[in-house]
């Protein structure tokens, strides 16, 4: 069943002003809205049935009645957790309640980003990933960590990967790629220059793009053939975003998984490999 209302608020900020403010009255009223006719739903958010249909089919649901159910299930199954009620850091918390909700926001961040993962695109990346002569691996800031950490899995199975910390570097890579490489970029916010700059330089080559962002409308989502998305719970206090870095690396174990999963005979013996220069 398709996250309704998680696709609801991953989306707002690509949304009309008509179909921003049919969601905010959605996600603020969801019990009270699921009891509405489309009709009458227009009639309160002061839009028009078709603004409903249009922002409906914009998260990937044919239509309000598809929509409405999956909703239906969302909130149900949210019910039954007390905590799934979103709990900000406040100042009076004790290291008690700072744990719990620390945990707890980063649990749900992870469960936000399976939620998103479309199967079928992650296949195509596996198959890239084997495909693929280099894998050219780009991110700044708290991203390129979790480059690096693609980076340090994919060695581990000896299969050519390039990640650099200067970004000009990460440019002459970009422009110096080949149909025959692949190009991930991991960029939370989806609008970092430096890294449309590299993305365009690799479309300009013809490399294929795999984007780990964010599930909106941005620069970096636009440019990317193809797009792993993650999600964030952080509070207003959680400096550095912590759970969408959470979110990221999920995404990346995901990926690192699956990718040696297709080749597992081969990927044990090459784990077991590094393994044994490790321990060395």
Not at 44 to 59: D, E, H, L, N
Not at 67 to 74: H, L, N, P, Y
Not at 122 to 140: E, H, K, P, W, Y
Request: with cysteine; aromatic share 4%; charged share 25%.
């Amino acid at each position: 069943m398709k996250s309704a209302l998680l696709r609801l608020r991953e989306s707002q900020d690509s949304m009309s002003a008509t179909e921003r403010a049919v969601s905010d009255y959605l996600l603020s009223h969801q019990g009270e809205a699921m009891g509405l006719s489309i009709h009458q739903l227009a009639e309160k958010t002061f839009a028009s049935p078709s603004t409903v249909i249009r922002m409906c089919q914009r998260i990937g649901f044919a239509g309000y009645k598809e929509f409405r159910q999956a909703v239906t299930c969302d909130v149900a199954v949210r019910r039954m957790d007390r905590r799934q009620e979103r709990r900000e850091i406040t100042q009076s918390d004790s290291l008690d309640e700072i744990v719990d909700k620390v945990t707890y926001q980063n649990m749900m961040s992870l469960q936000d980003t399976k939620d998103l993962i479309d199967t079928d695109t992650l296949q195509i990346c596996v198959d890239l990933l084997n495909s693929a002569r280099t894998v050219l691996l780009f991110g700044l800031g708290a991203s390129l960590h979790a480059a690096r950490d693609l980076n340090l899995k994919l060695l581990r199975l000896n299969k050519p990967c390039v990640t650099n910390d200067d970004w000009h570097t990460q440019l002459l890579q970009a422009k110096n790629a080949t149909e025959q490489d692949l190009g991930i970029v991991v960029s939370y916010s989806g609008e970092t220059a430096e890294m449309v700059q590299c993305m365009n330089a690799l479309r300009e080559n013809h490399t294929p793009i795999v984007a780990i962002t964010r599930r909106e409308a941005s620069p970096v989502t636009e440019l990317a053939d193809y797009r792993l998305y993650t999600t964030d719970n952080s509070s207003a206090i959680q400096l550095g975003t912590m759970s969408s870095r959470m979110s990221q690396l999920n995404i990346i174990d995901i990926l690192f998984t699956a990718y040696a999963n297709s080749q597992y005979s081969c990927c044990v013996a090459e784990i077991r490999q590094a393994d044994a220069v490790g321990a060395g």
